[in-house]
């Protein structure tokens, strides 16, 4: 049975720093990995999706990359802004299915 | 292009009731699927919809249905509420099954009281 973990759960730096987001998944047998950002009471927004066969994806500030062997990903947020304050999940898909199995999230708090 | 799009937003319902819960698509996307989002148990889902026919199912009570019509909108609707049914549910679509890019709605806030 696939499960994702995200750790840490709870995450506050100050506005500039770089820093980095882990999710890892016990089956390396994936279809896709996507990253999610949500804010509070809201929907999900997509921020990066990672095929099986590549090793990372970029977009701006956000770059993701992918190790199926250790099962792991990595979001790394360059120069971090208080507007990226949010819980960011990460999903795995396994299967030729539309689910997804996500992890807990990490709730970032960037202070001014 | 318009993204998904769900409604109601806010719902308040008694025990014992009934809810319909609304998803449209992102414009020529095919596949739709539901997920229940909770504090303790974080996201979870619920099924996948598509070309109008359940492709998947979650671990949920009978109690959870859904559909799927022509133009691709889904339903879904919780019979028998019941308190531990409050939550945010959120829909999601993509073009198709496989590898494509999922994109969620703003979720329906269900209030079970």
């Known amino acids: 049975k696939q499960e994702v973990t995200q750790i840490p759960a709870a995450l506050s730096v100050p506005e500039g720093e770089n820093l980095v987001l882990n999710c890892s998944f016990t089956d390396s047998a994936i279809y896709n990995l996507q990253w999610f950002r949500q804010d509070p009471g809201k929907g999900l927004t997509s921020l990066l999706l990672?095929?099986?066969?590549?090793r990372e994806q970029t977009s701006g500030r956000l770059n993701a990359s992918l190790d199926k062997s250790s099962g792991r990903s990595t979001l790394y947020i360059a120069a971090s802004q208080p507007g990226d304050s949010a819980t960011y999940l990460c999903?795995?898909?396994?299967?030729?299915?539309?689910?997804?199995?996500f992890g807990q999230g990490t709730t970032l708090q960037v202070k001014p | 292009k318009a993204g998904v799009t769900q409604t109601p937003r806010y719902l308040i319902k008694t025990r014992g009731q009934q809810v319909t819960l609304s998803c449209s698509p992102i414009?020529?996307?095919?596949?739709v699927s539901w997920y229940q989002q909770t504090p303790g148990q974080g996201l979870q889902f619920l099924f996948e919809?598509?070309?109008?026919?359940?492709?998947n199912k979650g671990n949920f009570p009978g109690r959870f249905s859904g559909r799927q019509f022509s133009n691709s909108r889904s339903e879904m609707n919780v019979s028998t509420l019941e308190l531990g049914d409050s939550a945010l549910y959120l829909c999601?679509?993509?073009?198709?099954?496989?590898?494509?890019?999922?994109?969620f709605g703003p979720g329906t806030r269900l209030t079970v009281t």
């Open positions: 999601a679509s993509s073009k198709g099954q496989g590898r494509h890019e999922q994109y």
């Open positions: 999903a795995v898909k396994t299967s030729n299915t539309g689910k997804l199995i």
């Open positions: 414009s020529g996307h095919r596949s």
């Open positions: 990672i095929q099986s066969s590549q």
């Open positions: 919809y598509f070309s109008e026919t359940q492709r």
